[in-house]
């Protein structure tokens, strides 16, 4: 994505601003039976194009294709247009992320775990704001939004985003210009290259096993909870006194026991942190559970930690 690409999606947002552009994004389950609707072939509006990913007639809106195109985010097929991307309505701001279906490995995700975590954030950052000028990484960041959203939250924050996928960290760096927050973006999978200190670490990492391998989805092992706690335990170990980290993610229930809630537990204690772990919600993605490697999960937990280093 070019530099002259990434002006035309932030004006993209900026013209979508103006015209009141609003939309949810669902579960992709429910976007699918959406869609599958007899009314649902063709997009009517700019929620049909950039919402629903349907395609529209070429000419609907000119000036949204004109800038998807300048953008390379616009697929001309058969006299017809469609979007590359998303643009979701969270907090007041519009984020752009991959269209519908999610089926890249470097699809960029949007959903309604964004939404949870944005809000886990917030409330948090409710509970004790951070200090004028602290230092917030998102780590695997994907569109950006807990960063961007951390940082609204904060007075004059440093925001650093980062992410292995590329094409992630491109539109995180328009979400971030569009929502008005300075913002680095990091191009790693670990935090060898952010400086120090962490003051707040935000992390929303996949936390399913994922037949496709996609990264925004495959939590690996642990039932899915190796990734969560690897990024976990890199991130506890860089945070600043008085730092912060939230993670927000699924946990695998194995008979009756949480084994991610453990094993940061037991990271915590090693690190002398002060720690926190709660259900958000006791069962989501409960189709998981016919996969072979679910075989022992019996339920599948959303769950909030929060590891707090002393001053």
Same mark, same amino acid.
């Given at each position: &994505?070019?530099k002259?690409?990434d002006?035309?999606?932030?004006d993209?947002?900026?013209?979508?601003k103006?015209?009141?552009?609003?939309?949810?994004?669902?579960?992709?389950?429910?976007?699918?039976?959406?869609?599958?609707?007899?009314?649902m072939?063709?997009? +009517?509006?700019? +929620?049909?194009?950039?919402?629903w990913?349907?395609? @529209?007639?070429a000419?609907?809106d000119?000036?949204?294709e004109d800038l998807?195109?300048?953008?390379? &985010?616009?697929?001309?097929?058969?006299?017809?247009?469609?979007?590359?991307?998303?643009?979701?309505?969270?907090g007041g701001?519009l984020w752009?992320?991959?269209?519908?279906?999610?089926?890249?490995?470097?699809?960029?995700f949007?959903?309604p775990?964004?939404?949870?975590?944005?809000?886990l954030? =917030?409330?948090e950052?409710?509970?004790?704001?951070?200090?004028r000028?602290?230092?917030?990484?998102?780590m695997g960041? =994907?569109a950006g939004?807990?960063?961007?959203v951390?940082?609204?939250c904060?007075?004059a924050?440093?925001?650093?985003l980062?992410?292995?996928?590329?094409?992630a960290?491109r539109?995180?760096?328009v979400?971030a210009?569009?929502?008005?927050?300075?913002?680095?973006?990091i191009?790693?999978?670990t935090?060898?290259?952010?400086a120090d200190?962490?003051?707040?670490a935000?992390i929303?990492?996949?936390?399913?096993?994922d037949?496709?391998?996609r990264?925004?989805?495959?939590?690996?092992? &642990?039932?899915?909870g190796?990734v969560?706690?690897? &990024?976990?335990?890199m991130? @506890?170990?860089?945070?600043?006194?008085? =730092?912060?980290?939230?993670?927000y993610?699924? @946990?695998?229930?194995v008979?009756?026991r949480?084994?991610?809630?453990?094993?940061?537990?037991?990271l915590? !204690?090693?690190?002398?942190l002060?720690?926190?772990?709660? !259900?958000?919600?006791?069962?989501v993605?409960?189709?998981e559970?016919?996969?072979p490697a679910?075989? !022992?999960?019996?339920?599948i937990?959303?769950?909030?930690v929060?590891?707090? +280093?002393p001053?």
């Amino acid at each position: &994505m070019s530099k002259d690409a990434d002006s035309a999606l932030r004006d993209l947002l900026k013209l979508l601003k103006s015209r009141g552009y609003h939309f949810v994004t669902p579960t992709p389950a429910s976007h699918q039976r959406v869609v599958a609707r007899a009314d649902m072939r063709e997009a +009517r509006d700019l +929620r049909g194009l950039l919402g629903w990913s349907l395609p @529209a007639p070429a000419g609907t809106d000119d000036a949204v294709e004109d800038l998807l195109r300048q953008a390379g &985010m616009l697929d001309e097929p058969d006299g017809r247009v469609k979007s590359r991307l998303r643009v979701s309505s969270l907090g007041g701001q519009l984020w752009l992320h991959s269209a519908y279906p999610t089926e890249a490995k470097d699809a960029v995700f949007f959903g309604p775990d964004t939404y949870r975590f944005a809000t886990l954030i =917030g409330d948090e950052l409710s509970r004790r704001p951070l200090a004028r000028g602290a230092h917030i990484v998102d780590m695997g960041a =994907g569109a950006g939004v807990g960063g961007i959203v951390a940082g609204l939250c904060s007075d004059a924050p440093q925001v650093s985003l980062t992410d292995l996928n590329p094409k992630a960290l491109r539109l995180a760096r328009v979400n971030a210009v569009g929502a008005g927050v300075a913002a680095e973006t990091i191009e790693s999978e670990t935090l060898d290259k952010v400086a120090d200190p962490i003051d707040l670490a935000v992390i929303n990492p996949p936390y399913i096993i994922d037949d496709g391998d996609r990264a925004y989805r495959d939590g690996g092992g &642990m039932h899915g909870g190796e990734v969560p706690f690897n &990024m976990t335990a890199m991130a @506890a170990r860089r945070l600043a006194p008085g =730092g912060r980290l939230i993670l927000y993610t699924g @946990a695998a229930i194995v008979g009756g026991r949480n084994p991610l809630c453990e094993a940061i537990g037991a990271l915590a !204690e090693q690190l002398g942190l002060a720690h926190r772990c709660r !259900e958000l919600d006791p069962d989501v993605f409960g189709e998981e559970l016919e996969k072979p490697a679910y075989a !022992e999960v019996e339920r599948i937990a959303l769950v909030a930690v929060t590891l707090e +280093r002393p001053s």
